[in-house]
């Protein structure tokens, strides 16, 4: 299940709280020619336990964070701040195209 946020959300903010909740894995910093090939390996990553992943619009990193954190509790969020999707796509092309501020991504 993956969350994409739309509410604005600090994204060094966004970043530190999940660091101090969960444990950040690895980041995986791409640019244009090498995305496509790190994403793979991101999301290869995000199928072990409790593993999700992070991404954010204007970071050209994927962070890989390990542990349960209730995001909604955290930022206050409400149904109308966040879409849920089962599309492994759609939160990457709704950050990509400045849709939503970040997603939050579980395989």
Do not use: H, R
């Amino acid at each position: 299940m993956n969350k994409i946020i739309t509410k604005w959300i600090e994204p060094y903010v966004l970043l530190e709280t999940l660091k101090k909740d969960c444990k950040l894995v690895k980041d995986f910093t791409f640019d244009g020619f090498s995305k496509n090939e790190i994403k793979k390996e991101f999301l290869k990553q995000l199928e072990k336990e409790n593993n999700f992943g992070l991404y954010m619009k204007n970071v050209n990193k994927f962070y890989l964070f390990n542990g349960n954190v209730d995001i909604d509790k955290i930022f206050e969020l409400t149904p109308i701040d966040y879409e849920v999707t089962e599309d492994i796509e759609k939160p990457f092309e709704m950050v990509d195209m400045g849709k939503a501020e970040a997603s939050i991504i579980k395989s």
